[in-house]
């Protein structure tokens, strides 16, 4: 009777000493959790961090969600969709633009064939009593003018702050042209100018379809006309349901030309909501895909406000 019940007791202190110890997974003591409003990411490795600075907007529509650093380094999700939990990919429509600084301008989630690169970005948690939003992101970008890639791991944001927005006030329209059929299409939903001085970017979304325009102008925009010469990229996506990922540009990356366009800054407004104000042209091409047809833009309108992520 007395070996029983000292095995039991020798059997109960290796269940107790079991359930504080073996039953932790290596290394998770070690983990130390990430402060609400961090914004990072490892670029090819290297963790950078952009919670100096952090923006998430929605509405009825879309999703943006921006960070910054002190080096005016900038990281911004453009996802066309209302915020809410769950997974967004290239598939989706989710626009990825990644602003490291120097001359080269953005890296994008698009390819040298104009093709959409595989990205994910999961909402996690989504606070509407706090306000607050979490997820993880990773994927891959590609710079036109650097011709280089880059890949993004292990990126998160914890509790970012949010507003809900009512639908965007901005107009991006234009006609475009097959040579048969000529369409006016609006990208006005969430349209936008960003990163004014120094790699401007305008654009906006058409939410009737999956489809996306933005124009890159590498040394920022002011009053006065831009044009091929001065490396300004267009990139439309005039992607359906049935094929998402439909991208034409300006620019054929693989032999480094570029399609006449031009883009005309009338007006940059100086008040409290101030926009970007002009017109734009040009021509556009499927470059890589064995598709020689080009689609003609004309009529460009362009009255989009600035927003500094």
């Known amino acids: 009777m007395r070996k029983y019940i000292l095995l039991l007791f020798l059997m109960s202190g290796l269940i107790w000493s079991c359930s504080d110890s073996e039953l932790v997974t290596p290394g998770d003591e070690f983990q130390i959790p990430l402060a609400p409003g961090t914004f990072s990411v490892e670029i ?56 490291l600084g120097g001359e080269d301008g953005p890296y994008l989630n698009i390819d040298d064939q104009g093709q959409f690169l595989p990205f994910k970005i999961t909402i996690t948690d989504l606070d509407m009593v706090d306000m607050v939003v979490s997820g993880t992101f990773s994927g891959t970008v590609y710079n036109m003018n650097a011709e280089e ?55 906006g979304e058409n939410v009737d379809q999956v489809q996306t325009l933005s124009i890159s102008v590498p040394d920022g925009i002011e009053v006065g006309t831009y044009t091929e010469t001065d ?10 349901s049935d094929n998402p990922s439909d991208v034409y540009t ?32 040009g021509t556009i091409q499927k470059f890589g895909s064995g598709n020689d047809e080009q689609i003609e833009i004309t009529d460009g309108e362009i009255n989009v406000p600035i927003v500094v992520p």
Not at 45 to 69: C, H, K, P, R, W
Not at 252 to 277: C, K, R
Request: aromatic residues 8%; negative net charge; without cysteine.
């Open 44 to 99: 090819d490795s290297e963790l950078t961090d952009f919670s100096e600075t952090t923006s998430v907007m929605s509405n009825d529509v879309s999703t943006q969600i921006s960070g910054a650093n002190e080096n005016g380094q900038s990281i911004n999700f453009s996802i066309a969709s209302p915020l809410a939990e769950g997974n967004y990919n290239q598939g989706a429509g989710v626009i990825v633009s990644l602003n």
């Open 149 to 203: 890639t880059l890949e993004l791991t292990n990126g998160q944001f914890v509790e970012l702050p949010f507003t809900m927005e009512a639908g965007g006030d901005g107009i991006l329209r234009a006609n475009f042209s097959n040579g048969t059929d000529t369409v006016l299409l609006d990208f006005s939903s969430n349209a936008q100018a960003t990163g004014m001085m120094t790699s401007a970017v305008i654009s």
């Open 231 to 240: 490396e300004v990229v267009i990139q439309v996506n005039l992607g359906t």
């Open 250 to 281: 300006n620019y054929d990356a693989a032999n480094d030309v570029y399609l006449p366009f031009n883009l005309v800054i009338t007006e940059i407004t100086s008040d409290v909501d101030g926009h970007v104000i002009g017109t734009f042209s």
